[in-house]
């Protein structure tokens, strides 16, 4: 008499990997997070910029920090290609203080990369290369060399930045080196969060550490940014007591103006002659500095004023299409000195941009252009 054997039944078995993503943990995680996610998504918040923009209406925009200049200069450019960008430039300087006589520029741009080298007569080449990874995230690289008589002016710099839908959150390198055994540079990482549709905090920490002998350093800084349609308001509460605070309104279609407000409290404690401690008076200092800039249909003013004493404008006017003179002046009262300049910038194309300019002029529309992570 034969008996039959029955195969044992076997079970399915599952892998590893399907039991770590369908857990009852891993499934409730899942589910709070895409209930955050909702929850997030119905607040209505924007992308509120980068801590380093926290106060660019102001800084950048409005104030003149950044255009002004001594002597007389004259910048010759000229456009060979719109689309990718690609254009070259002369600069001249006479009489500038920081200047270089001569500085030859190239630029190449296109929707992902964007590429410039400068090279003065003094031999120093700078350099930048940013590329755009994806629409959030870009990466920015500086190179500066300067002349072999002065090797310790060469700086190299990498920056990243990441744009969320309601975020911002970035790190920057500045100099980093292995050569000493150990890390040695500037680090900056910052993070800014839209926390309601209109008011914006962040966090800025620096690590910092010169040379292997020395130990590292860190601070931390605190920023604030509540915008509106009109008017936009910004703190930073940086380490070592120092508070910034910044204020722009538009105030018709074409006028817009701005207040920075910069106070420093350092409280230092002095030594008796026993060498014991002993308390030291707090130091105060501050200034304030009021601007405005009015924009006219050929021409743009920019003037400011601050508690120190300064007074400096800018005029910059479009004389003809491709032609703009700019003129600045300051004057600081308290030391009696005055400071002037004049440039002009002269615009070029070759034919076969010109032609597609007319084009675009008599269709209505302007030229396109690659959208460049500047």
Excluded at 52 to 61: C, P
Excluded at 173 to 190: D, K, Q, R, Y
Excluded at 220 to 239: D, F, G, H
Excluded at 331 to 353: C, R
Aim: proline share 5%; aromatic share 10%; hydrophobic share 40%.
């Amino acid at each position: 008499m034969s008996t039959a054997t029955t195969p044992p039944i076997l079970m399915d078995e599952k892998p590893v990997s399907s039991f770590l993503t369908e857990n009852p943990i891993t499934s409730l995680l899942s589910s709070l997070s895409q209930s955050f996610h909702e929850r997030r998504a119905t607040l209505g918040l924007s992308n509120p910029g980068t801590v380093e923009n926290v106060s660019r209406e102001v800084q950048k925009d409005v104030f003149l920090n950044n255009y002004m200049f001594t002597g007389m200069r004259a910048d010759f450019s000229k456009s060979f290609s719109m689309d990718p960008i690609f254009q070259t430039s002369h600069s001249f300087a006479m009489g500038a203080q920081g200047i270089p006589p001569y500085t030859f520029a190239a630029i190449f741009g296109t929707n992902k990369t964007f590429l410039q080298a400068n090279l003065d007569n003094e031999g120093q080449l700078a350099g930048r290369f940013n590329y755009r990874w994806s629409p959030e995230l870009t990466s920015k690289f500086n190179i500066q060399l300067a002349p072999p008589s002065q090797p310790s002016q060469s700086v190299f710099t990498m920056d990243t930045d990441y744009s969320g839908a309601d975020f911002s959150a970035g790190i920057k390198a500045f100099n980093p080196s292995l050569l000493e055994g150990t890390l040695t540079g500037i680090f900056i990482g910052s993070y800014l969060q839209s926390v309601t549709p209109n008011l914006a905090l962040g966090i800025e920490s620096v690590w910092q550490r010169s040379a292997a002998s020395l130990g590292p350093e860190t601070a931390l800084s605190y920023v604030a940014r509540y915008a509106t349609k009109e008017w936009i308001a910004s703190a930073q509460l940086q380490a070592g007591g120092a508070l910034q605070a910044t204020y722009w309104r538009k105030i018709a279609e074409r006028v817009e103006a701005g207040v920075d407000c910069q106070l420093t409290l350092a409280g230092g404690m002095a030594r008796d002659g026993g060498g014991g401690m002993m308390g030291g008076s707090m130091k105060k200092e501050g200034v304030t500095t009021l601007g405005a800039k009015y924009d006219f249909r050929m021409s743009t003013f920019r003037a400011q004023v601050d508690t120190q004493g300064k007074l400096a404008c800018m005029l910059e006017k479009r004389v003809a299409p491709a032609v703009t003179l700019t003129f600045v002046g300051d004057v600081d009262h308290f030391k009696n000195q005055a400071k002037l300049g004049i440039s002009v910038s002269i615009e070029s194309a070759t034919e076969a941009v010109q032609e597609m300019q007319e084009q675009a002029a008599v269709s209505g529309t302007g030229p396109t252009s690659p959208s460049v992570p500047f």
